[in-house]
């Protein structure tokens, strides 16, 4: 299995950056995907989820903010991020992984991109 992110950078804040995570040795379309964050210093932090029905969950402190998406047959999920503040900055990590009821639980992870925010 092999989840490989791109898109991350440098941004001004205020700015936005859209990451790409490419899915490779899954059966994309029946896995449930997610993005997560680890910021120095701190737990990594679950951000936003797709389902395989396609509905969303996010965390509070991304909701109206990010966006998560999903490309079945390009075996791709997008995070487009809006409004990025220097609180944001933290590696971002791509995750395919499973339901239970509304829980979800991580399986796969990628390497992570850096996003970096300057004020």
């Known amino acids: 299995v092999q989840l490989v992110e791109s898109g991350g950078g440098l941004v001004q804040a205020g700015g936005s950056l859209r990451l790409s995570c490419l899915a490779s040795g899954i059966t994309f379309s029946e896995k449930a995907m997610a993005w997560y964050r680890q910021a120095p210093g701190s737990r990594r932090e679950l951000l936003a989820t797709?389902?395989?029905?396609?509905?969303?969950d996010y965390n509070g402190s991304v909701k109206g903010r990010f966006t998560i998406s999903r490309d079945n047959a390009k075996n791709t999920v997008t995070l487009q991020m809006n409004s990025l503040g220097p609180a944001d900055t933290a590696v971002y990590y791509c995750n395919a992984g499973h339901t239970i009821g509304v829980y979800y639980y991580p399986d796969y992870w990628g390497q992570g991109t850096q996003v970096s925010v300057s004020s």
């Open positions: 797709i389902f395989t029905s396609g509905d969303t």
